[in-house]
T-cell receptor, first 111, second 111 residues
Framework: NAGVTQTPKFRILKIGQSMTLQCTQD?????MYWYRQDPGMGLKLIYY???????DKGEVPNGYNVSRSTTEDFPLRLELAAPSQTSVYFC??????????FGQGTRLTVV | DAKTTQPPSMDCAEGRAANLPCNHS???????VYWYRQIHSQGPQYIIH???NNETNEMASLIITEDRKSSTLILPHATLRDTAVYYC????????????FGQGTRLTINP
């Protein structure tokens, strides 16, 4: 049982480049979430999904896009990378009424 | 979801019980109290949650006051590995959507 798996673990992007952060869970959870955490700061919710085909904005959605075509996968897309998007990104999943499980994070640097 | 208030930092001696308070005076009847922690730069970890009864698991105990306006997370025998940021979150159990983190309490366990 792998839980929540995020890839890649580390990535360096140049300004203006695009990339997709992958997140997959094997627990059949209906909820999935994306967060970013800047150095020394708390977690900020970017986007979340309550089930396949349904997504909604969190606290800081600008500059990101998501999709949820399957229960298992919830990729996060950065279209035009900016230095302000340098952060650690965490994906999480949960069942209704239960605690969330988090991945180990993707450390992204935009230069 | 109701807002929570936590002290920004606390210290505890190794081997002693760590008691982390959380105020949630605007909690609604159908809202649960959840606790998570984040050790250094790892992904957050779910600890425990409850509605109105006290709860205990292998990690911690959760004490919720009778009026449900505050709660305390208890780590019975704190170890150095319990040094982390602890987050108290209130959210509706059924149909819950956003999972938003506040600033949490930075707990330092001292040898």
């Amino acid at each position: 049982n792998a839980g929540v798996t995020q890839t890649p673990k580390f990535r360096i992007l140049k300004i203006g480049q695009s990339m997709t952060l992958q997140c997959t869970q094997d627990m059949n959870h209906n909820y999935m979430y994306w967060y970013r955490q800047d150095p020394g700061m708390g977690l900020k919710l970017i986007y979340y999904s309550v089930g396949a085909g349904i997504t909604d904005k969190g606290e800081v959605p600008n500059g990101y896009n998501v999709s949820r075509s399957t229960t298992e996968d919830f990729p996060l897309r950065l279209e035009l990378a900016a230095p302000s998007q340098t952060s650690v990104y965490f994906c999480a999943s949960s069942l209704t009424g239960f605690g969330a499980f988090f991945g180990q994070g993707t450390r992204l640097t935009v230069v | 979801d109701a807002k929570t208030t936590q002290p920004p930092s606390m210290d505890c001696a190794e081997g002693r019980a760590a008691n982390l308070p959380c105020n949630h005076s605007t909690i609604s009847g159908n809202e649960y109290v959840y606790w998570y922690r984040q050790i250094h730069s790892q992904g957050p970890q779910y600890i425990i949650h409850g509605l109105k009864n006290n709860e205990t698991n292998e990690m911690a105990s959760l004490i919720i006051t009778e009026d449900r306006k505050s709660s305390t997370l208890i780590l019975p025998h704190a170890t150095l590995r319990d040094t982390a940021v602890y987050y108290c979150i209130v959210r509706v159990g059924q149909g819950a959507q956003k999972l938003v983190f506040g600033q949490g309490t930075r707990l330092t366990i001292n040898p």
